[in-house]
């Protein structure tokens, strides 16, 4: 028995063999071949589910049927040594293989392919596949891979031949040399050519079936017909005089025989097509590139060793090149011969593309020279979007939209080998690999050259084959997208004609020349020729400002960044093309619930809604006027809420972009979530309350009281429909029932935790786990933590941002937490590890809020520094960014002479000087690399202090306004500097910031002599004491007014009136009176000295941002953020006048007034980019001062394809409509 036992395995295929003969059925054959691998009866049973019973009812019928006897061990016993005798028997009869395969390959050194290798072995040996087409790229590895399974199937065959096609043979010759070789069974004829190839391939047939053959026909495209200069013709269909082979592969596909027919080929044949399937035994085997380990492998023959490849230069080199054995083999020679095997030094001269060259670049050229116009078409698409794209975003790009022609040429592209398709989503996406994209780019640059180089004015449209049918950059594609078209297309292209032209003046006129053709051609209409001409000249850096590009079809044109000043548009179309925007700072981002949209909140008041896939604005929701801190999508994505530091709550349609309703709580709205079936909205506000609203009727259904501070954050448990979660300022959590209105659980930070101060337990956000046992929470002590709802103990917190986080959110499948920071940063945490996954960089500024995409894969984030940013969740990298552009004026400050005024702009990162003898711009400072929120004279007006958002100080030399210079650059500020001031003798700087600092420098050395702590949170004001060097005011986010002994540090008076952050301070010319302004629309004056507050001024209804007095200090100015200034009578506090012109007045907040030191002038800078200069003297408006923006005087009457969103974007950056303007040219 144990001699038996320990005998080889019998082949399956020859267990099922003998066992078909002896007549045992499927089912039966099915327990016998397990019983004779050694399984007990209940293991059998339970792999093919059936009863012990029926398996030795199986097993029964099949002794039987085999003639054995005995009980059940012996017959299991005999079985296996009648069979194994019947296989010796078999082994010793079985006749020699004949093989004739002398123009197969030398296998030797094959490496990898174990995964096409395992398949390739089943379909042959076990499957008994009759045809089966390895397809693949030219120098993919079809021709090696096929000799390596004929390897390692042989001795499963009798007879074996490899013919190569490559000569296009005919079929008769390849079917007689077949034939000569097999078995000829008694037939006499086999030679005479007479024979027609129908009755060879029926003889061949027959052969098969009598004898296991394996057939191998290498390099079959190579009698598939080219497709050349037609319009619209398939692959896979034959030459003139080769279609008899599909007659041949069709045969033996539908034939009941025992052997194979193996093809290779770079395309498919037609048959192949039609007769493969998963079921059937015609099969394909599309090989692609080799993996990296594989790859690895051919390369170490080469040479390559760890000392002169790094493995992230390996895999570098391999994903250039597509894992092409062919290309890998040239390209590692090349190395070798060229650069002593150094990869690092191959891949900078090749600065990160890949070369195609030699037997590469001939492959290519064949391939591509069989194609049709419209495959033509489709691979320069594929080559130019460069990431794998889907075919409905194919046919948006094609101009031909006959969709069932680009449905059968995409398919025809993947029978040759050519392009390459992923699921993703449950949607097929096609791409090309990177060897064959760069051929395509490199054929594009060079007829794109051509074509403009010949241009002439009589044949202009001829020769735009290629420039007026493909866009040469997407302007809408991802910005990670663009920027690689703009480096692989515009790049190369621009270098070739300034090659040609000799000189960057010859080649700009030769691009003007060319639009002047182009303007109100028919075919432009239709065409991409304009929009890549200025696409070239904006890639020059040629100035765009003042050009004529009036009456043209303009697309795919970006326009972001550029200035196009007085640029002259009139009656062009535009499809496609991008342009700057106004956005302020995004203080609230995030996507719809199905994905296709998201919105920003900013803080001039409005709602911005945008398509996601193309990141295009379709609309703009004016219903607030400040800060719009929250929104929420209801579950349908029919409605957005908002909610602003206004007050107020508007529930907006999606669809028409119009508010439906109007929701009010007594403070600031800081949160909003729907509940899931959108009926209620949850709403948490700086009045302590928690509101839950009925959408449909607009009433407040319940008022949740209980929080001692400031709630600012609310959400939605996701499964328990009655219960939210809320947080505020003073570090509480509560867990509320809305329909009984009782708070269920309160959670906190521990007392014990020594290391938290009072100010940094403000809980900013929450966010409930996708399963609603997790609670996510951050806040002001800089760390994230994870809340168990069971027992409402928190996990240890998560350590890692350097300053506030502001918000949190889990990813839709709970995995991943996202948290954002002042300190610049996003962070992605494992929720189970509780681990730092990434972070991610880019911004320059605090980042307010964060949104996933629901499918987890995106985040996008919104920040102070005026950009959304687009997150690759699985990498890191930041696919694209949405930047604004907007100059509003935070800081003024007037020269001693009364001279010059400079101007801080936000988002600004240089300083402006105006000369005010006539009022014209002076010149500018450049450095800061942030927003610049406070500019400062000395009192000599030698010197200028800057404080920004990059955390720096600058002083600047400022005698020669023209030829300023940066003297000092002070960095020991934590965060944003919000103000600067100097003191009275100009030997000493304050500055305070949003590290809650003030921090006394000496200007002469730099040094920071004290810094001053005291203020909760950050210091938005200080003013000295013109009277007293020593002292300084300073008022606070946290509401106060503290005064501070300069020498000492020491708080002198802290001044608690105020209700919310106090903006502005500014002591009276005598320093006998200290006036303040904040966001609790109030304007205090107080006696510094006693600190009584002797007046309380009450007339703005918004924020007061500013407070100036005069210079006899008799009057004091206000600026709100309800747009007007007032003047008051500071004696008595009596309101003297209000400043507001209906048609040149401030349209947005005031954020900085200055009186001039002749007290002849008041300016006023607001965020609507407007510095005005009042007289005094009649209390009118004298001049308003103004840079340039980007879009300063731009033409766009009668032009069509933008939406009205995106005019009104265009008209607030300077483009107007409906004046006369001439037609330049410049």
């Known amino acids: 028995m144990d001699i038996i036992v320990n005998k080889p395995q019998l082949p399956d295929e020859f267990i099922q063999e003998i066992a078909t003969q002896k007549g045992v059925t499927k089912t039966e054959l099915d327990a016998l071949l397990l019983a004779l691998q050694g399984f007990s009866g209940s293991d059998i049973a339970k792999k093919l589910s059936i009863t012990q019973a029926a398996v030795r009812k199986r097993l029964g019928e099949s002794y039987k049927k085999f003639q054995i006897e005995g009980n059940k061990n012996k017959k299991i016993y005999a079985l296996k040594q009648y069979l194994f005798q019947d296989y010796q028997a078999s082994e010793a009869t079985k006749p020699k293989i004949s093989e004739n395969w002398s123009e197969a390959v030398d296998v030797e050194g094959f490496k990898g392919r174990e995964k096409e290798i395992s398949e390739l072995t089943r379909w042959v040996k076990h499957r008994k596949c009759r045809l089966i087409a390895v397809l693949g790229f030219g120098g993919i590895g079809k021709t090696m891979l096929a000799a390596k399974i004929v390897k390692e199937v042989r001795e499963d065959f009798d007879y074996i031949i490899w013919r190569s096609l490559s000569n296009s043979p005919q079929l008769n010759d390849i079917l007689a040399e077949i034939l000569q070789f097999l078995p000829k069974d008694n037939r006499s004829d086999l030679d005479s050519d007479n024979e027609n190839h129908d009755k060879k391939i029926l003889h061949l047939v027959d052969v098969l079936r009598k004898h296991r053959c394996l057939i191998v026909l290498d390099n079959v495209e190579s009698i598939l017909s080219s497709s050349e200069g037609k319009d619209h013709e398939l692959a896979g269909k034959y030459e003139d005089g080769y279609q008899n082979y599909g007659d041949l592969f069709q045969k033996i596909g539908e034939a009941s025989h025992k052997s194979c027919l193996l093809l290779t080929s770079r395309e498919k044949p037609l048959q192949v097509a039609m007769l493969e399937g998963k079921n059937l035994p015609v099969k394909v085997l599309q090989l692609q590139g080799l993996k990296l380990e594989d790859a690895s492998a051919i390369l170490k023959d080469k040479g390559f060793t760890n000392s002169t490849c790094s493995t992230p230069e390996l895999k570098q080199l391999v994903d250039l090149y597509s894992g092409n054995p062919l290309a890998l083999k040239m390209v590692a020679t090349t190395i070798y011969d060229l650069f002593d095997n150094k990869v690092s030094e191959f891949l900078e001269q090749i600065d990160q593309k890949t070369a195609v060259y030699g037997d590469i670049r001939t492959l290519l050229e064949e391939q591509f020279n069989r194609l049709s116009k419209l495959e033509t078409q489709l691979m320069y698409w594929f080559a130019i979007n460069r990431d794998s794209v889907s075919l409905a975003h194919m046919k948006k790009d094609l101009i031909v939209q006959d969709n069932i022609r680009i449905l059968e040429a ?32 490199k054929r594009l640059v060079v007829q794109a050259a051509e074509e403009i180089i010949r241009t002439s004015d009589s044949k202009i449209f001829n020769d735009f084959k290629i420039i007026n049918t493909y866009p040469l950059i997407k302007a809408r594609s991802l910005d990670y997208f663009r920027q690689r078209q703009e480096r692989s297309i515009l790049e190369p292209l621009n270098e070739q004609l300034l090659e040609f032209f000799n000189h960057e003046r010859k080649l700009e006129s030769h691009l003007k020349s060319i639009l002047d053709l182009l303007r109100g051609q028919s075919l432009a209409e239709k065409g991409y020729a304009a929009g890549n001409i200025i696409n070239l000249m904006r890639h020059l850096k040629i100035d765009l400002s003042g050009c004529n590009f009036s009456n043209l079809t303009i697309r795919q044109a970006y326009f972001k960044d550029v200035k196009l000043q007085k640029t002259e548009f009139t009656d062009s179309d535009f499809k496609n093309s991008v342009f700057s925007d106004t956005m302020s700072s995004l203080v609230s981002v995030g996507f719809s619930h199905d994905g296709r949209y998201f919105a920003t909140g900013v803080i001039n008041g409005e709602v911005r809604l945008w398509q996601t896939d193309e990141i295009k604005l379709f609309s703009i929701l004016k219903g607030h006027n400040v800060w719009v801190w929250a929104f929420a999508f209801s579950p349908d994505n029919k409605i957005i809420a908002s909610g602003s530091a206004d007050y107020k709550i508007n529930l907006w349609d999606i669809g028409s972009g119009e508010c439906i309703d109007t929701l009010r709580h007594d403070s600031k709205v800081y949160s909003l979530a729907f509940n899931t079936d959108g009926r209620l909205l949850a709403s948490a506000s700086e009045d302590k309350s928690v509101k839950i609203w009925n959408i449909k009727t607009g009433k407040c259904e319940k008022t949740l009281n209980g929080h001692t501070g400031s709630v600012l954050s609310v959400d939605f448990h996701p499964k328990q429909k009655d219960i939210i979660a809320s947080s505020d300022t003073k570090g509480n959590i509560k867990l509320w029932n809305i329909r009984t209105e009782d708070c269920l659980k309160t959670f906190y930070v521990s007392d014990e935790d020594s290391l938290i101060k009072e100010e940094d337990k403000i809980i900013n956000a929450i966010h409930f786990h996708p399963d609603g046992e997790l609670l996510v929470s951050c806040g002001a002590d800089k760390t994230v933590r994870l809340w168990d709802l069971a027992t409402g103990n928190y996990k240890p917190p998560l350590f890692g941002h350097e300053g506030k986080v502001y918000k949190v959110r889990f990813s839709p499948n709970g995995k991943i937490i996202a948290s954002c920071s002042e300190d610049r940063t996003i962070k992605l945490w494992d929720t189970d590890s509780r681990k730092c996954k990434q972070t991610l960089s880019g911004h320059t500024s605090q980042v307010w809020d964060i949104g996933f995409h629901p499918s987890g894969r995106t985040l996008i984030s919104g920040s102070d520094d005026q950009t959304a940013r687009f997150w690759n969740i699985e990498d890191g990298t930041c696919w694209n960014i949405l930047k604004g552009y907007t100059r509003g004026v935070f800081s003024l400050a007037f ?49 200028l202090a800057s404080g920004s958002a990059d955390r720096q100080i600058k002083l600047w030399d400022i005698q020669n306004i023209h030829d300023g210079k940066e003297i000092l650059s002070l960095n020991e500020h934590e965060n944003w500097v919000w103000t600067v001031v100097f003191s009275p003798d100009g030997q000493t700087l304050a500055s305070g910031g949003e590290d809650n600092t003030i921090r006394i420098w000496n200007v002469k050395t730099g040094d920071c002599t004290r810094v001053i702590m005291g203020h909760s949170q950050w210091v938005c ?66 006696n510094p000295i006693t600190g009584e507050c002797l007046h309380t001024l009450r007339q703005h209804t918004q924020q007061v941002y500013s407070v100036a007095f005069s210079p006899d200090g008799k009057m004091l100015a206000s600026g709100s953020g309800d747009t007007t200034i007032n003047l008051w009578q500071v004696e008595t506090g009596e309101l003297l006048d209000t400043l507001a012109d209906v048609q040149d007045g401030h349209t947005q907040p005031i954020r900085c007034v200055a009186f001039s030191p002749d007290g002849e002038l008041l300016a006023s800078g607001g965020e609507d980019e407007k510095i005005l200069i009042w007289q005094m003297e009649n209390r009118q408006i004298l001049k308003q001062l103004k840079t340039h923006r980007f879009y300063e005087g731009m033409e766009i009457t009668n032009i069509s394809g933008l939406t009205e969103p995106e005019k009104a974007s265009l008209r607030a950056l300077g483009a107007v409509e409906n004046t006369t303007t001439s037609h330049r040219l410049k």
Request: proline share 2%; charged share 25%; aromatic share 8%.
């Open 895 to 943: 020269s001693p002479d009364s001279k010059t005024l400079v101007s801080a702009q936000d988002g600004q990162i240089i300083i402006h000087s105006w000369k005010l003898e006539d009022f014209k711009y002076n010149s500018h400072l450049r450095g800061h690399k942030g927003k610049i929120r406070s500019v400062a004279f000395s009192s000599d007006g030698r010197t």
């Open 410 to 441: 995409v398919e025809s592209l993947l029978w040759r080998s050519l392009i390459e398709k992923a699921v993703d989503d449950g949607v097929g996406r096609f791409s090309l690999q990177s060897v064959v994209a760069e051929f395509i780019r």
């Open 1021 to 1086: 004001a200080i003013s000295f004491n013109p009277r007293d060097s020593n002292t300084i005011a300073s008022g606070s986010a946290d509401s106060t007014v503290k005064l501070w002994d300069v020498n000492t540090g020491v708080c002198i008076r802290t001044l608690e009136e105020h209700i919310n952050v106090v903006y502005s301070v500014a002591f009276s010319p005598d320093g006998q009176i200290l006036a303040t302004g904040s966001e609790d629309k109030t304007i205090k004056l107080w």
